[in-house]
């Protein structure tokens, strides 16, 4: 596994894939394969644009306009993943009034791939998001919620593959402890697994037992914390094998990806686009046929 390198380019992020060589950008041939990375997270209900007059984002948002944007983007790259990092409830009278199932419903029609859990998603208890499950034709993927005798046990899966122009791609989700954010009325039993070493299980599965050429965590621990908790960040650097972290929770603005050194000293991407569905944050992944790849990143403003 060589030493992956951080790329700068007027504001686009680059960096090599965990395990793969350096990666020419300037040899691009009809033998390379792009993976399109598109993601969201903490959308929070919010389905319609933000008004002009509104004092942060101004007409910016809506599903509508994402839906737009990512149609145009999977006609320029058919192999393209649609993620979001959770905290997909809670923020409109439109949670109030439907209890999930538009935001659900919308995300299907979107067609989303995968999603991870927020605290927010239990805002009607863990019995409230089973009822909505039925609606979600994507995959929500929880690997340290364990939901034994509640009502979303067999409803959720640990990780996913994806295959992609032959690229193996492995999505595991980790959500944050739910004590002090959930009330046990809501969160009824589920149980919080410690998210490092769930994440040292998965990505051993992913890489190890599947082989996966791309590992990418679905994460709502948030970014970063001044004190003692474990962040995206924390993750980042006592993990090995992740390539990408798609964070929540904290509502962070990232003008570009973070670029972290895990346990192995390889590059790991952290990323996360706000709040609100104003942002739609895009990472394209490279690779030839040797498995060399890099990665450009850059946030689209809806």
Not at 32 to 59: G, M, Q, R, Y
Request: aromatic content about 8%.
């Amino acid at each position: 596994m060589e030493r992956r390198k951080f790329i700068k380019q007027t504001s686009i992020a680059t960096a090599v894939v965990a395990g793969a060589p350096s990666f020419n950008l300037f040899a691009e041939t009809k033998k390379s394969k792009k993976i399109t990375i598109l993601h969201t997270n903490d959308v929070h209900s919010h389905i319609d644009p933000f008004s002009p007059e509104d004092a942060s984002f101004p007409n910016k948002g809506g599903v509508a306009r994402r839906l737009t944007l990512i149609e145009a983007i999977r006609k320029e790259n058919p192999n393209t993943l649609l993620l979001d990092a959770g905290d997909i409830f809670q923020g409109t009278p439109y949670f109030n009034f439907y209890g999930g199932e538009l935001e659900f419903k919308l995300m299907s029609m979107m067609q989303y791939d995968a999603a991870t859990i927020g605290n927010h998603d239990f805002d009607n208890g863990v019995n409230g998001l089973a009822v909505q499950m039925p609606n979600a034709s994507f995959k929500m993927l929880s690997s340290n919620y364990n939901f034994t005798n509640t009502a979303m046990d067999g409803l959720t899966k640990p990780y996913e593959i994806f295959i992609k122009d032959g690229i193996k791609i492995g999505v595991f989700g980790i959500g944050i402890q739910l004590e002090g954010l959930v009330t046990p009325a809501l969160s009824k039993e589920t149980q919080y697994l410690d998210p490092i070493e769930t994440s040292h299980d998965m990505t051993r599965i992913l890489k190890e037992e599947q082989n996966c050429d791309l590992i990418i965590c679905l994460s709502h621990l948030g970014y970063s914390y001044k004190y003692d908790k474990i962040s995206d960040l924390k993750l980042a650097k006592k993990t090995k094998n992740i390539d990408l972290i798609i964070g929540g929770h904290t509502h962070t603005f990232l003008e570009k990806p973070t670029i972290v050194k895990n346990a192995s000293d390889n590059d790991v991407i952290v990323n996360q686009v706000g709040w609100a569905g104003v942002n739609l944050g895009r990472i394209d992944f490279e690779f030839d046929l040797t498995g060399k790849a890099t990665a450009t990143s850059k946030t689209i403003t809806i």
